[in-house]
């Protein structure tokens, strides 16, 4: 029986508006060689400067890791060969990064069971990302716009035993920093990305060679890669053969991790402390800053908001997935609840997010997903809270039917404009007054004489009457386009011929 031990190194490109050393943009996207200065080249004399705001992000992501904050942290240079470093070497943290020895706990479903697990943090360190290399036949070039990127790496204990374990703790990760607003989390550009080490032994006996996976560029392909390894590490030992240590790629076509490079001998890096940069030493100034930086992260949210709005844990969960709409969903509620009590309807707190998450969770997701707009955006939305509440409360107040509640939501988001004008100016208002509904079903009763005749004959059964009466129902709520009260429409026409 063999037992599984996998750590993760997850690199995140903090959202800085400068690089780390030096003040060139940091952009995803521009073109090549256009974000360098003689500072991330490395030319003579050039000295770093570093970018304060990419440490305070840095310590917000360590207070969510419940990291330790060190009294001393600094950087050191990292010796190695880099052909997409000019200077040939990083500038990292290695004695003291700023982030110690913390955790975060997974919990979720995959593969059919319950997962809950506390994943240790060895550590956060702050450094600086290397440029681009792009291959083109027997041509290697260079873009340096992302050398010098404030990345920081997230390093964990060997804790995770599945690929399914690491998904989980990936996907975390990734809507901790988005809702942090540290890191936009886009995997498919490099913002975020993982390192695997993947090692298996018989049980008990603790961690046999380690085999590193590079580069993963989505939470899947960390699963799939990671089960892959575990897979062909058991299949090598039960032939009796030996695990080589080395580095390895997901090639996502074959579905199959294939060999990079061997790694027999850790790399002797040779650190050293930057002499150009001095030791940083948090005050409580800056760790101040971090703290009033911080906002309820995702897996308390999601659990006050299921508690809170009385709402199922897949509501809950599917409305946090987001820092944007669940801010959405709540000042939407809010709105309900005041819109509603200016309509002379009380409704309560659980009554009006029930309203609007169902609504959210579906119409409104599909007009976004037609629209293009991502959640992130929903709140620049021309379905604003104040909207979408003053329509949920009309249609929770009687005052405009379900079907032409859809109506005006598209017509909201189409024309820019107020749910009760595009109601007033539609004639969308609900009729309710009994006596034009009278009028209505007697104007449908001459119409429809036979079938008058037919619901008042003695020899007709009770599922063909209640069939004519949905009928009839169905007629007067045509003649009045919709707009009809059914409630009263039904309660009438019930009247009249039981």
Same mark, same amino acid.
């Given at each position: 029986?063999?037992?599984?031990?996998?750590?993760?190194?997850? !690199?995140? !490109?903090?959202?800085?508006?400068?690089?780390?050393?030096?003040?060139?943009?940091?952009?995803?996207?521009?073109?090549?060689?256009?974000?360098?200065?003689?500072?991330?080249?490395?030319?003579?004399?050039?000295?770093?400067?570093?970018?304060?705001?990419?440490?305070?992000?840095?310590?917000?992501?360590?207070?969510?890791?419940?990291?330790?904050?060190?009294?001393?942290?600094?950087?050191?240079?990292? /010796?190695?060969?880099?052909?997409?470093?000019?200077?040939?070497?990083?500038?990292?943290?290695?004695?003291?990064?700023?982030?110690?020895?913390?955790?975060?706990?997974?919990?979720?479903?995959?593969?059919?069971?319950? +997962?809950?697990?506390? *994943?240790?943090?060895?550590?956060?360190?702050?450094?600086?990302?290397?440029?681009?290399?792009?291959?083109?036949?027997?041509?290697?070039?260079?873009?340096?716009?992302?050398?010098?990127?404030?990345?920081?790496?997230? *390093?964990?204990?060997?804790? +995770? @035993?599945?690929?399914?374990?690491?998904?989980?703790?990936?996907?975390?990760?990734?809507?901790?920093?988005?809702?942090?607003?540290?890191?936009?989390?886009?995997?498919?550009?490099? &913002?975020?990305?993982?390192?695997?080490?993947?090692?298996?032994?018989?049980?008990?006996?603790?961690?046999?060679?380690? *085999?590193?996976?590079?580069?993963?560029?989505?939470?899947?392909?960390?699963?799939?890669?990671?089960?892959? @390894?575990?897979?062909?590490?058991?299949?090598?030992?039960?032939?009796?053969?030996?695990?080589?240590?080395?580095?390895?790629?997901?090639?996502?076509?074959?579905?199959? $991790?294939?060999?990079?490079?061997?790694?027999?001998?850790? !790399?002797?890096?040779?650190? #050293?402390?930057?002499?150009?940069?001095?030791?940083?030493?948090?005050?409580?100034?800056?760790?101040? &800053? *971090?703290?009033?930086?911080?906002?309820?992260?995702?897996?308390?949210?999601?659990?006050?908001?299921?508690?809170?709005?009385?709402?199922?844990?897949? /509501?809950?969960?599917?409305?946090?997935?987001?820092?944007?709409?669940?801010?959405?969903?709540?000042?939407?509620?809010?709105?309900?609840?005041?819109?509603?009590?200016?309509?002379?309807?009380?409704?309560?707190?659980?009554?009006?997010?029930?309203?609007?998450?169902?609504?959210?969770?579906?119409?409104?997701? !599909?007009?976004?997903?037609?629209?293009?707009?991502?959640?992130?955006?929903?709140?620049?939305?021309?379905?604003?809270?104040?909207? #979408?509440?003053?329509?949920?409360?009309?249609?929770?107040?009687?005052?405009?039917?379900?079907?032409?509640?859809?109506?005006?939501?598209?017509?909201?988001?189409?024309?820019?404009?107020?749910?009760?004008?595009?109601?007033?100016?539609?004639?969308?208002?609900?009729?309710?007054?009994?006596?034009?509904?009278?009028?209505?079903?007697? $104007?449908?009763? @001459?119409?429809?004489?036979?079938?008058?005749?037919?619901?008042?004959?003695?020899?007709?059964?009770?599922?063909?009457?209640? $069939?004519?009466?949905?009928?009839?129902?169905?007629?007067?709520?045509?003649?009045?386009?919709?707009?009809?009260?059914?409630?009263?429409?039904?309660?009438?026409?019930?009247?009249? #011929?039981?």
């Amino acid at each position: 029986m063999y037992q599984s031990f996998i750590g993760l190194e997850v !690199h995140i !490109h903090l959202l800085t508006k400068t690089k780390v050393f030096c003040g060139c943009r940091s952009a995803f996207g521009d073109e090549p060689n256009s974000n360098i200065c003689p500072g991330c080249m490395a030319y003579p004399g050039t000295l770093p400067a570093l970018n304060i705001e990419a440490l305070r992000m840095a310590g917000m992501v360590a207070r969510a890791l419940n990291c330790r904050i060190p009294e001393k942290t600094w950087f050191e240079r990292k /010796q190695y060969f880099y052909p997409d470093i000019s200077k040939n070497f990083q500038l990292t943290q290695s004695a003291s990064p700023i982030g110690q020895q913390g955790y975060i706990d997974i919990e979720g479903q995959a593969a059919g069971k319950e +997962i809950k697990k506390r *994943v240790r943090i060895k550590e956060c360190h702050l450094e600086e990302d290397a440029g681009k290399m792009l291959h083109t036949g027997t041509v290697s070039l260079v873009d340096y716009n992302r050398a010098g990127v404030s990345l920081l790496e997230i *390093v964990t204990e060997p804790d +995770i @035993e599945t690929g399914e374990e690491a998904e989980l703790f990936v996907q975390q990760l990734r809507r901790t920093v988005r809702y942090l607003g540290v890191c936009n989390g886009n995997m498919e550009e490099g &913002s975020l990305r993982a390192d695997a080490n993947v090692s298996i032994n018989l049980s008990g006996k603790g961690p046999g060679r380690i *085999v590193e996976i590079k580069n993963l560029n989505s939470s899947r392909f960390v699963k799939l890669a990671i089960n892959y @390894e575990i897979a062909r590490h058991s299949a090598l030992l039960d032939e009796g053969k030996v695990i080589a240590q080395e580095t390895r790629l997901w090639n996502e076509n074959r579905d199959e $991790t294939l060999p990079m490079r061997q790694k027999e001998n850790a !790399h002797d890096y040779r650190y #050293f402390p930057e002499p150009d940069l001095p030791v940083f030493c948090p005050d409580a100034a800056f760790l101040k &800053s *971090v703290d009033d930086a911080m906002v309820e992260l995702p897996v308390p949210r999601r659990k006050r908001v299921a508690s809170e709005y009385q709402l199922n844990e897949e /509501q809950a969960e599917i409305i946090c997935d987001e820092k944007a709409q669940a801010d959405y969903f709540e000042a939407t509620v809010t709105e309900t609840e005041s819109a509603a009590a200016a309509m002379g309807l009380s409704l309560s707190k659980a009554e009006a997010a029930g309203r609007i998450a169902n609504w959210l969770l579906q119409d409104v997701k !599909h007009i976004l997903g037609k629209e293009g707009i991502e959640l992130r955006d929903i709140g620049s939305f021309r379905l604003n809270p104040k909207r #979408f509440a003053s329509l949920a409360a009309m249609t929770a107040a009687g005052k405009i039917t379900g079907k032409n509640a859809r109506q005006t939501l598209e017509a909201v988001i189409a024309e820019d404009k107020d749910p009760a004008q595009i109601v007033k100016e539609r004639g969308w208002e609900l009729i309710s007054d009994p006596a034009k509904i009278a009028k209505a079903i007697r $104007t449908v009763a @001459e119409a429809e004489a036979a079938t008058v005749a037919e619901l008042r004959g003695t020899a007709i059964d009770e599922k063909r009457r209640r $069939t004519l009466m949905a009928y009839l129902t169905g007629k007067v709520l045509a003649a009045t386009g919709g707009r009809a009260d059914p409630k009263i429409v039904g309660s009438q026409i019930d009247s009249l #011929f039981t």
